[in-house]
Nanobody, 114 residues
Framework: QVQLVESGGGLVQPGGSLRLSCVASGFSFSTTTMGWFRQAPGKQREWIAFITSGKLPNYAASVKGRFTISRDNAEKTVYLQMNSLKLEDAAVYSC????????WGQGTQVTVSS
């Protein structure tokens, strides 16, 4: 019954911004490391960011300085603020829960195009 439901994807121009949300349920959210991954067609799933309560977030080099991960434990929600988007950022973005068996959400499509 673990559920991760992403939203906020859409079409954005290069250089634009988008904010993704992931609402979690079915586990102890505040004590669980959360994150974001993405997958483009023909590529493996790529790690983007992790966040653990009370600690600084970790980012992949490809997004560091442009993306910000945050969480609201009261709302059981993790966010990904994406700025200065590039064509190569286009992918399906999935929310991750660091449980004994890692769990990903269904994903939300981010399209970057002029």
């Amino acid at each position: 019954q673990v559920q991760l439901v992403e939203s906020g994807g859409g079409l954005v121009q290069p250089g634009g911004s988008l904010r993704l949300s992931c609402v979690a349920s079915g586990f102890s959210f505040s004590t669980t490391t959360m994150g974001w991954f993405r997958q483009a067609p023909g590529k493996q799933r790529e790690w983007i960011a992790f966040i653990t309560s009370g600690k600084l977030p970790n980012y992949a080099a490809s997004v560091k300085g442009r993306f910000t991960i945050s969480r609201d434990n009261a709302e059981k929600t993790v966010y990904l603020q994406m700025n200065s988007l590039k064509l190569e950022d286009a992918a399906v973005y999935s929310c991750y829960a660091g449980l004994v068996r890692g769990t990903w959400g269904q994903g939300t499509q981010v399209t970057v195009s002029s």
